[in-house]
């Protein structure tokens, strides 16, 4: 079965520290890969989607990026944190092709101070 | 651009009461239409889902949503809550780039012993 896994679970930064949130997924191959944010009082907002290694497209300007340098990994960075930056980060997978669902991990809370 | 509004951000009932919790949608597209929820400390997780055939769809633990295209809407409905049903709900429309897809804002559900 498949399962997806995100770390840290919870960061703190100050204001201007870079960010690197880690993304997994096991058990597929060649998923579509998704970050998205909830920041307070507001729902998920997609970040980033990658339908392969290298190919990453955005959603939303903003300080961050992604990077997808494995099939199954995916990562999202900043160089120097805003305070806008805190919320709650999730990322999530689906198969390739037809089905629409997408899986979703446990989520990272980041407080930027 | 897709847009999903949410009524109800908060909702108490009590055991044994029924729930309806409204959401509706605004795209252009094919509808994919999803209802998510996350319990306390867990991930977030596939409720149920409407890609297309019966508009009355049913989801796990006895949930259930109507599609009506008329009405853009997609509600979620419960005859009878239990306390575990205390999570948070979100709807959901599939459409954005790679099928990402756009969240309403949740709604926060307590249900009282």
């Known amino acids: 079965s498949q399962t997806i896994h995100q770390w840290p679970a919870t960061l703190v930064q100050p204001v201007g520290s870079p960010l690197s949130l880690e993304c997994t997924v096991e058990g597929t191959s060649n998923p579509n890969l998704y970050w998205y944010r909830q920041a307070a009082g507001r729902g998920l907002q997609l970040l980033f989607y990658?339908?392969?290694?290298?190919?990453i497209s955005s959603e939303v300007p903003q300080n961050l990026s992604a990077s997808r340098p494995q099939d199954r990994q995916f990562i999202l960075s900043s160089k120097k944190l805003l305070l806008s930056d805190s919320g709650f980060y999730l990322c999530a997978w689906r198969e390739a092709g037809a089905t629409k669902t997408q899986y979703f991990g446990p989520g990272t809370r980041l407080l930027v101070l | 651009a897709q847009s999903v509004s949410q009524h109800n951000h908060h909702v108490i009932l009590s055991e044994a009461a029924s729930l309806e919790l409204g959401c509706n949608y605004s795209?252009?597209?094919?509808?994919?239409l999803f209802w998510y929820v996350q319990y306390p400390g867990q991930h977030l997780q596939l409720l149920l889902k409407?890609?297309?055939?019966?508009?009355l769809v049913k989801g796990i633990k006895g949930f259930e949503a109507e599609f009506i295209k008329s009405k853009f809407s997609f509600n979620l409905r419960k005859p009878s809550v239990q306390w575990s049903d205390t999570a948070e709900y979100f709807c959901a429309v599939a459409g954005g780039g790679a099928d990402g897809l756009t969240f309403g804002k949740g709604t926060h559900l307590i249900i009282q012993p």
């Open positions: 990658s339908v392969g290694i290298g190919q």
């Open positions: 795209y252009g597209g094919t509808v994919n």
């Open positions: 409407y890609f297309s055939g019966d508009p």
